[in-house]
């Protein structure tokens, strides 16, 4: 299986003057929000495998990685060549308006859509990396059409498959921030389901993640069984008083 990877330019680093302004105090997230503002999502890596002679190219990424509750999911989507959606981009730099209306664009445009979810009760088992990849090989064996080359945002998964893995990869690749952005439309639709379920949570606002909302309605109700129980806030929750936590 051929495999390899790709960065971003060094003129991207946290550290360029572009990103850092000298004397400003700013923290590590927007430095890194404003470096990926400044990526272009484009085509380069899809004709650079078709280059080598692929024909079926599929982007592949996850959401819910860092969330507290609930399953993480992946998506896969093949788009036709030379494909082009004006403002896709990763999802979480997208208004929930624009990911949805930019969701829609990408069903009627790609040649094939696959999604998978991997519960908490997995994650628990096998770890949020492990589940992420699982989820992610899960959603490429589910597509209606075989892929010959994976586009995937900074991982590798175990598939027969020639594969690029690409650091920020869903705000550089047209067809990883296609899986995004469908993955995220797919898991925050989820969320707000489950908010009707765990109405004690906020689910609908925060999406699972560790927001002072939710920290503090886990400090008040306690972990539900769909909470990741392996994450350590979870954890914290869950153990009796005075009883430390696993190292």
């Known amino acids: 299986m051929m495999s390899r990877s790709a960065r971003i330019p060094d003129e991207f680093s946290l550290d360029a003057p572009e990103i850092q302004d000298a004397g400003e105090d700013v923290s590590a997230a927007t430095l890194k929000m404003r470096m990926l503002r400044k990526l272009v999502c484009g085509n380069k890596f899809e004709k650079a495998a078709r280059g080598q002679g692929a024909t079926c190219i599929a982007g592949v990424d996850e959401v819910g990685r860092g969330a507290l509750f ?30 949805e209306r930019l969701a829609k664009v990408v069903e009627r445009k790609a040649m094939a859509i696959a999604i998978e979810e991997i519960d908490s009760e997995t994650i628990d088992r096998v770890n949020i990396y492990q589940a992420s990849r699982l989820a992610m090989s899960a959603a490429v064996k589910k597509l209606a059409v075989s892929p010959d080359h994976l586009l995937i945002d900074a991982l590798r998964l175990d598939l027969d498959c020639p594969q690029t893995s690409i650091i920020y990869g869903d705000s550089l690749s047209i067809s990883i921030a296609a899986a995004s952005v469908v993955a995220k439309v797919y898991r925050d639709q989820r969320m707000r389901d489950f908010h009707d379920i765990y109405p004690q949570y906020g689910l609908a606002s925060h999406k699972g993640y560790s927001t002072p909302e939710h920290l503090a309605a886990l400090e008040k109700h306690g972990p539900c069984p769909l909470h990741r129980k392996s994450f350590r806030p979870i954890a914290q929750t869950s153990l009796p008083l005075g009883e430390p936590l696993p190292s």
Do not use: H
């Open 70 to 99: 609930g399953p993480v999911v992946a998506a896969a989507v093949v788009l036709p060549p030379d494909t082009r959606i004006r403002g896709l981009r990763d999802s979480k730099q997208l208004l929930r308006d624009d990911r």
